[in-house]
């Protein structure tokens, strides 16, 4: 016997309201399957999840295409190229003697590895950057002799420029959290309507049997599923 199930996805919850109430707006005649009551209040919550759902994707959209322009890809390409060179020179200094293997851990790398920090990400690259730019100033204050070609001033330069673009993406990933967490706080509630908008249209079609009952809820939202190997049957 098929069996109904929740949307469990924002769209598939927007079109099974969306249909609900649609069937009940372009319906020639009266038929009392949501009372009033019911059908204004799925209506408001409708419009309120949809709007939300809306915003949630403008933000999502915008976070996605900013993070993969071209000036924030050629500005992150930028800073992960200096400060790897920076960190590959300094590590080749350390390998002929010139640094102390211990000096490091001024830049927050293992003393007894000379291998890059990870850089896959954005936020590693700002990390690996900070460390660079800290590590350098303190083991310069401190006698060392810098390192050339790159500079650290070199790195510092290409840092700012990204991160001057990593900050705004951190504000549109903000955006996006806060948007998403106002779609989660009102999924339960559009559930909860969801269940009582469905309770009501098969209470409507109770008389009916079989396939015809379901296809007559179908037309308003209702979803309905076949166990496995029901549907062969």
Not at 125 to 130: D, H, L, N, S, Y
Not at 155 to 183: A, G, I, M, P, W
Request: contains cysteine.
């Amino acid at each position: 016997m098929p069996y109904r199930r929740l949307p469990n996805t924002d769209k598939a919850r927007i079109r099974s309201l969306e249909a609900a109430i649609g069937k009940m707006r372009n319906s020639d005649y009266y038929a009392p399957v949501l009372s009033p009551e019911l059908f204004n209040k799925a209506e408001k919550k409708l419009i309120q999840f949809r709007d939300a759902a809306d915003r949630y994707t403008k933000a999502l959209d915008t976070q996605v295409s900013y993070s993969k322009s071209d000036a924030y890809q050629t500005r992150l390409k930028n800073a992960r190229m200096y400060v790897s060179h920076f960190i590959t020179v300094f590590n080749l200094c350390v390998k002929r003697g010139e640094i102390k293997a211990q000096d490091r851990l001024f830049y927050a790398l293992p003393e007894d590895m000379g291998e890059l920090p990870d850089l896959s990400s954005d936020i590693s690259v700002i990390r690996a950057c900070e460390n660079a730019i800290k590590g350098e100033r303190t083991r310069t204050s401190r006698g060392g002799i810098p390192i050339y070609n790159p500079t650290i001033a070199k790195v510092n330069v290409h840092y700012d420029l990204f991160k001057e673009l990593y900050d705004k993406q951190c504000q549109l990933r903000q955006l996006t959290e806060e948007s998403l967490t106002v779609v989660s706080l009102m999924r339960p509630q559009i559930d909860e309507v969801i269940l009582e908008v469905w309770n009501s249209i098969e209470d409507y079609f109770s008389d009916l049997e079989g396939k015809k009952k379901m296809d007559a809820c179908r037309e308003y939202g209702l979803i309905y599923y076949y166990r496995t190997g029901e549907k062969a049957d």
